[in-house]
């Protein structure tokens, strides 16, 4: 069964320093997603993104934070300059892209980010 | 997104049967009631969805009420590979197909 690939699996980064995750998303799909998961806390919406640009992105989203799909396989996001508050589980999700209430998301397995 | 209401946790012994429920009182006539999971350090994974009719699928049953104001996640036998958190999300029309996650209900399956 096709899967959402995320590397790595985990990162460690001193506080300042810009990371940057990496996701393949499933193939033939045309929404992907980025979503958060703080310890002991439930899973965030991040930034939505079709069509080669942001779609939505949440509050949480702000101007630290961008993402991009760089080639055809690959869609990542980037953490400009990293806080504490950054660590975190971040998962990357993929969709067919039908946009009807029946669309299934299908998550990776998430990069845990530490930051120090 | 519409609101829905789970209880933070619920236990069950492995080979029983676990029934999960969700209100969503205030969910429209055109929202579609999906449930994820996410085991213990995973993604979540989708389990099932259903407009108005029960569902059934390799995963799960998911029974709706007829009002649509509730809907239970039927494990049909709990194994202890169905301990994790179970999402109840209400998914309504949206050009870029976001889900909001809730606190989703802790499912304990004891040997």
């Known amino acids: 069964e096709p899967e959402v690939t995320q590397t790595p699996s985990h990162q460690v980064t001193q506080m300042g320093q810009e990371v940057i995750l990496r996701c393949v998303p499933i193939?033939?799909?045309?929404?992907f997603y980025w979503y958060r998961q703080i310890l002991g806390q439930k899973v965030e919406f991040l930034v939505s993104?079709?069509?080669?640009?942001?779609?939505?992105k949440s509050e949480i989203f702000d101007d630290q934070f961008s993402v991009e799909r760089p080639d055809g396989s690959n869609f990542t996001l980037k953490i400009r300059s990293t806080k504490l508050e950054d660590s975190a589980m971040y998962f990357c999700?993929?969709?067919?892209?039908?946009?009807?209430?029946?669309?299934?998301?299908?998550f990776g397995s998430g990069t845990q980010l530490s930051v120090l | 997104d519409a609101k829905t209401t789970q209880p933070n946790s619920m236990e069950s012994n492995e080979e029983e049967p676990v029934h999960l429920p969700c209100n969503h009182s205030?969910?429209?006539?055109?929202?579609?009631i999906h449930w994820y999971r996410q085991l213990p350090s995973q993604g979540p994974e989708y389990v099932i969805h259903?407009?108005?009719s029960n569902v059934n699928n390799r995963m799960a049953s998911l029974a709706i009420a007829e009002d649509r104001k509730s809907s239970t996640l039927i494990l049909h036998r709990a194994t202890l590979r169905d301990a994790a958190v179970y999402y109840c999300?209400?998914?309504?029309?949206?050009?870029?197909?976001?889900?909001?996650f809730g606190q989703g209900t802790t499912l304990q399956v004891k040997p």
């Open positions: 993104f079709y069509n080669n640009e942001i779609s939505e």
């Open positions: 999700a993929s969709s067919e892209g039908t946009g009807t209430r029946s669309e299934k998301l299908f």
């Open positions: 205030t969910i429209s006539g055109t929202d579609y």
């Open positions: 999300i209400l998914r309504d029309y949206s050009n870029t197909g976001k889900l909001i």
């Open positions: 193939s033939n799909h045309l929404y």
């Open positions: 259903g407009l108005t």
